[in-house]
């Protein structure tokens, strides 16, 4: 079932309510774990141009940035990520320090009042947690981790990955 998504006015209004609200502060930090062995280097291939890139995918971070993006799409919104190369990222609008050799996660959202999607890169996980939290409305959001984490914290990321922002 897609439910209805907020106009970009009603985000900000939402992030206002947000920033200003009295969220508990006892949180769940999560397990201390130690570092497990890198995984192989894998062949990944730029969703956009093909170029065969070779990579390490610590937390098979790329299978839950996806999932996290459907369920913002479930939400109503329009979003995509795609996983593509330095060059094709550049063409999609990032325009930090990318490096040759390194897939990207390229994030597109847009309101129903945008025409234009905002882009950001992100290829962490967490962030795209936050993001669907926001969208949720929810104070808090768990971590790949099971840390939990308040909302009103992460405004400079809710702000980066979709372009809402109280300011």
Request: charged residues 30%; hydrophobic residues 35%; contains cysteine.
């Amino acid at each position: 079932m897609v439910k209805k998504s907020l106009s970009k006015e009603k985000l900000i209004a939402q992030l206002k309510a947000l920033s200003k609200s009295e969220t508990p502060e006892s949180i769940h930090m999560g397990a201390m774990c130690y570092s497990p062995a890198p995984p192989q280097a894998q062949k990944v291939k730029c969703e956009s141009c093909g170029k065969i890139v070779e990579e390490y995918d610590w937390m098979n971070s790329r299978t839950g940035i996806k999932k996290e993006v459907e369920e913002i799409k479930k939400l109503g919104y329009d979003v995509k990520v795609e996983n593509v190369c330095a060059a094709c990222a550049t063409k999609l609008g990032i325009s930090e320090a990318l490096f040759e050799g390194q897939l990207y996660s390229v994030f597109c959202f847009r309101t129903k009042d945008d025409k234009h999607y905002h882009v950001s890169e992100s290829s962490n996980e967490n962030e795209y947690k936050a993001v669907l939290a926001f969208l949720k409305n929810e104070p808090t959001y768990t971590d790949y981790y099971d840390a939990t984490h308040l909302i009103k914290d992460e405004l400079d990321v809710i702000k980066r990955m979709t372009g809402v922002s109280i300011d």
